[in-house]
């Protein structure tokens, strides 16, 4: 499977404790992206990078959320000191920035998360 | 900014009827590209269709179709003669360009009884 991979794919967690998910992209996409869908709603973007570089941080990303992506392959979704509010569904994408699907997002399975 | 609005309903059909799902978009940008996107019971969100701003051209790909008027800032969706596995919900999407995230509606439950 060449697709988005997403782990895990579902975490639960006590609140106040730390979580990290992980996403790994299809090998030839620079372009890599994290969304956020609570139940009832459409997903709501997050943060992306290309390559390595972070580019581009929604303001519902707060100071307890941090995304890397340090080789510009896999990337890392942390949360820290969850709540209850943090609970919600993480869609990974990623994105070619050349050929017929340019700029195309192919979404992962999504890890959920909920927090007790 | 990018604003996506789909009336929140959910949409019962008897298999092998149509339904068109409507989406209204706001942007500033003169170019901007619109989606569909499918999100069946296992959570995974699949891309149906694309346009850009440019292209009011509308086409039918299978048993898919839309209608883009950017004169109504419209890009409805149809699914001709309906299936069971079309039961899932469907998300309009935006992104304007110059800036590569997509801004999603809420979706719209389909469901298609046999």
């Known amino acids: 499977d060449t697709g988005v991979s997403q782990n895990p794919r579902h975490k639960i967690t006590k609140r106040g404790q730390n979580v990290t998910f992980r996403c790994d992209p299809i090998?030839?996409?620079?372009?890599l992206y994290w969304y956020r869908q609570t139940l009832g709603q459409g997903p709501e973007f997050l943060t992306y990078?290309?390559?390595?570089?972070?580019?581009?941080k929604s303001r519902l990303l707060s100071d307890r959320f941090s995304a890397e992506r340090p080789k510009g392959s896999f990337s890392t979704l942390e949360i820290q000191r969850t709540e209850q509010g943090d609970s919600a569904m993480y869609l990974c994408?990623?994105?070619?920035?050349?050929?017929?699907?340019?700029?195309?997002?192919?979404f992962g399975p999504g890890t959920r998360l909920t927090v007790l | 900014a990018q604003k996506v609005t789909q009336a929140q309903t959910e949409i019962s059909v008897v298999e092998k009827e149509d339904v068109t799902l409507d989406c209204v978009y706001e942007?500033?940008?003169?170019?901007?590209?619109l989606f569909w996107y499918k999100q069946p019971p296992s959570g995974e969100l699949v891309f149906l269709i694309r346009?850009?701003?440019?292209?009011?051209q509308n086409e039918i790909s299978g048993r898919y179709s839309w209608n883009f008027q950017k004169s109504t800032s419209s890009f409805n969706f149809t699914i001709t003669a309906s299936q069971v596995v079309d039961s899932a919900v469907y998300f309009c999407?935006?992104?304007?360009?110059?800036?590569?995230?997509?801004?999603f509606g809420k979706g719209n439950q389909v469901v298609v009884i046999p």
């Open positions: 999407a935006l992104s304007e360009s110059g800036n590569n995230r997509l801004a």
């Open positions: 090998s030839e996409h620079n372009r």
């Open positions: 990078f290309q390559n390595e570089a972070q580019l581009e």
């Open positions: 994408a990623s994105s070619p920035t050349s050929g017929p699907v340019k700029n195309e997002q192919f």
């Open positions: 942007t500033r940008d003169t170019t901007y590209y």
């Open positions: 346009r850009n701003s440019f292209d009011e």
